[in-house]
Each structure stands twice: as C-alpha cells, then as structure tokens.
C-alpha cells in the first residue's frame, strides 16, 4: 500500500480484535517514530500489549503511539508528525484512531520518561481493526479554502487530499489559502483545531507534492 492508498482507505477504527502486533511491524513503527523524534525533539512512544484506559467508544485498544512532546506550536507540531506516523500504521496494515478525550491522560503520562516542559497530549489507537471504518462525510472545498485566482491543479490536489484527513469530531475547522502564489493555513475556533491544523498541513503536502511548511522551525 502506497501512501496515497493509506489516505484513502484510512478511516477512524474504534474497535480492535485481540491480534496483536508482529514484532517486525512494531520495530519498524518504532524506528519510524525514532526518525519523527529526531526531526522534531518531540517525544512520541509506542506501547504494545496493554491494557489502558482507553474510554468510550474505545474498544480493546491494546497498541497505541502516545503523543508527547514540549515547545512552542506544541499541538501544530504532534498534529503534523503523528499524521506521518498515522500514515505509516496505516501502509503496515494497521488500523488507527486518533484520540484526545476518550483516554486516561495521568495512566499513559505515568508510562512516560517525560523530560521536563513535556506533557502527553494525545494518543494514537492502534491495531487490527474490527472492521475497516468508514468514510467521513466532509464539508465542501469552497468552505475550507479560499484562492485569489483560478486555483491551480497542485492546490486542488492539495485539497482533495486534505478532505480525507481527520478531525477531531470532523470538525474540519480550517481555511486555506492561496494569495499572490503562496500557500497559508489557519485554525478557526474549535476543540483540538490547532492539532487538526497540523494534521491538514501535512495531507496538504502529500497531495500538493509541495513543500510549503516549516514545522521544524515552528511553521
Ligand atoms: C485531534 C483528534 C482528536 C480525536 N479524538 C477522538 C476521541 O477522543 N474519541 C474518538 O472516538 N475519536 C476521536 N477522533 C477521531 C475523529 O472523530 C475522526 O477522525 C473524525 O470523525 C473523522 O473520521 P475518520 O477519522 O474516520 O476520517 C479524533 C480525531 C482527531 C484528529
């Protein structure tokens, strides 16, 4: 499965089978999010066979990659790189849900040699799924961008790739836009748009096939 076939076929998975993960997968998660540590000084861990306090509609949730980290643009930046990683769980057969409030905060933090300035802030479900999900309904283009132009084939593309993205309670509360050839991107008000920002710049990127944000120096 290529990346733009993760994309695709990536959908929020809430109930998990017992299947644990094979040992060769996790070690490649784990050297994934080593690479993601090292670009980034965020402080992201993956745990496998546990039993934590996933809540609500969190099913059996025995694998998940906690998201932690400290700095400036905190959210902006776990949302940008835990999209990469949710991407690679995805190209390994994995399914996934990414989780701010139906999770038990203070039991994943005890689990983490936090340095100091660091915080958990979300945290990844992972696992064979019950099922594969399903696709979320997503608000129209014209809603989430604004071009000063004809909007160009990369932008659309840009687009189109971002709608598939999650949101927290697919909320998609986000404005691109393109003005005198330059791309930016800004949150509207809404619980957790400030991860989702992160997340929808990287899709952006990926369907673009530009480059356009910094999150090693802060956006
Ligand atoms: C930042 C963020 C937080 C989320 N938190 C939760 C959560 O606490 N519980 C949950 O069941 N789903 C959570 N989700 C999953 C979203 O509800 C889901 O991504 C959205 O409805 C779009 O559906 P999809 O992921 O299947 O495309 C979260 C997603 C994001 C991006």
């Known amino acids: 499965m290529d990346i733009f076939e993760a994309i695709q076929n990536r959908h929020s ?90 999770f038990h905060k203070g039991a994943v933090t005890k689990r983490m040699p936090l340095r100091e300035g660091e915080k958990v802030v979300n945290a990844l479900a992972l696992g064979y799924g019950q099922t594969q999900g399903t696709s979320h309904r997503t608000k129209p283009m014209e809603k989430l961008c604004r071009c000063d132009g004809p909007m160009p084939d990369w932008f659309r593309k840009g687009m189109e790739t971002v709608m598939l993205a999650p949101t927290a309670i697919n909320q998609q509360q986000f404005l691109f836009t393109l003005a005198d050839g330059r791309v930016s991107a800004r949150a509207k008000l809404g619980p957790c748009s400030q991860i989702d920002l992160g997340i929808v710049k990287y899709y952006f990127e990926l369907g673009s096939g530009r480059k356009v944000f910094s999150p090693e120096k802060n956006f």
């Open 13 to 102: 998975v809430r109930s998990y089978l017992d299947t644990p993960i094979p040992e060769d997968t996790a070690e490649t998660l784990r050297a994934c999010i080593a690479d993601v540590n090292r670009e980034s000084g965020l402080h992201f861990a993956l745990f496998t066979q546990e039993c934590t306090g996933f809540a609500g509609k969190l099913k059996n949730v025995r694998n998940y990659i906690a998201f932690a980290g400290g700095g400036e643009n905190l959210e902006e930046r776990i949302g940008y790189y835990g999209a990469k990683l949710m991407l690679e769980a995805q190209m390994l057969g994995l399914n996934s849900c990414w989780v701010a409030m139906s």
